[in-house]
């Protein structure tokens, strides 16, 4: 699987509007900092492409890459993560499909859906789209969805928000290794004091329980990147963050199998 990470910031983006702290008045004269509102992730596996987490944007801003577009999943039917897609129900060509949890029956593009299918995905129900394996997973204290995705010997996990996974969904993973955990770090408690207490404590123990080889940060609020800027402690040596426009490619991965872990198909 091949993944451009589209966007990587909250839903206020980095900078943010008005605020003059560290890290927004870096982004804004340094691009490579900033970050595009939402945690917008491209993923392709030979002929197919996906969108995971939805496709935020500002209004009349062009978020949605050129080229044929397979399926977008979502976590949930927010409107940030929507404002990106309006534009689509007026092309033309085969349907787009958006798979989450049941779209609210007011919603603009259930109403309206033009070019767009709103589909509900029943949470550990094993969908195929091309080559890609879903499954969409229950999250704790939350109605949204996470993702596992897999092609091949390529496997991601993707979580919104924060690390969380539901039992049920950790069950269903249990033999299901991923190469790739990529999540978000929308902390609750807005930064993280330090390394061993807290957010950081609980990505740690969910990495642990699914055996991810890596572990990627996305949907950094500035608050986030204010804290780490300058920091040479604090932050786990197994954390990365990614970067708006960074990409990945699970092929270039080492899928040696993790000692001990029987690696068997769940999706
Ligand atoms: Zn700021």
Redesign the pocket.
């Known amino acids: 699987m091949r993944l451009s990470f589209l966007s990587t910031g909250t839903e206020a983006g980095?900078?943010?509007y008005g605020?003059?702290?560290?890290?927004?008045?870096r982004?804004r004269f340094d691009r490579s900092a900033r970050r595009r509102p939402g945690g917008c992730l491209q993923v392709e596996a030979g002929p197919a492409r996906l969108l995971v987490g939805g496709c935020p944007g500002l209004p009349g801003e062009r978020r949605v890459p050129d080229g044929r577009l397979d399926a977008i999943l979502l976590p949930d039917w927010r409107p940030g993560r929507l404002s990106g897609l309006h534009a689509l129900r007026w092309g033309v060509g085969a349907p787009i499909p958006l798979f989450g949890p049941a779209p609210p029956a007011d919603l603009d593009l259930v109403r309206e859906p033009g070019l767009l299918r709103p589909l509900t995905l029943e949470p550990l129900q094993p969908l195929r789209l091309g080559p890609i394996g879903i499954l969409a997973l229950p999250l704790t204290g939350s109605p949204e969805y996470g993702y596992a995705l897999e092609h091949g010997e390529s496997r991601i996990v993707w979580l919104p928000g924060a690390p969380r996974l539901a039992g049920p969904a950790l069950q269903a993973l249990s033999r299901w290794v991923p190469d790739l955990l990529i999540t978000g770090a929308d902390w609750e408690e807005g930064v993280p004091a330090a390394a061993d207490g807290g957010p950081w404590s609980r990505l740690s123990a969910l990495r642990v329980a699914l055996g991810a080889r890596r572990t990627l940060i996305t949907h950094v609020s500035?608050?986030l990147?204010?804290w780490r800027m300058g920091r040479m402690d604090g932050i786990p040596a197994d954390v990365e963050f990614v970067r708006d426009g960074q990409r990945e490619s699970s092929e270039a991965l080492d899928l040696t199998p993790v000692a001990g872990v029987e690696r068997e198909n769940a999706v």
């Open positions: 980095v900078p943010v605020c003059d702290c560290p890290a927004c008045s982004a500035h608050q990147d204010r």
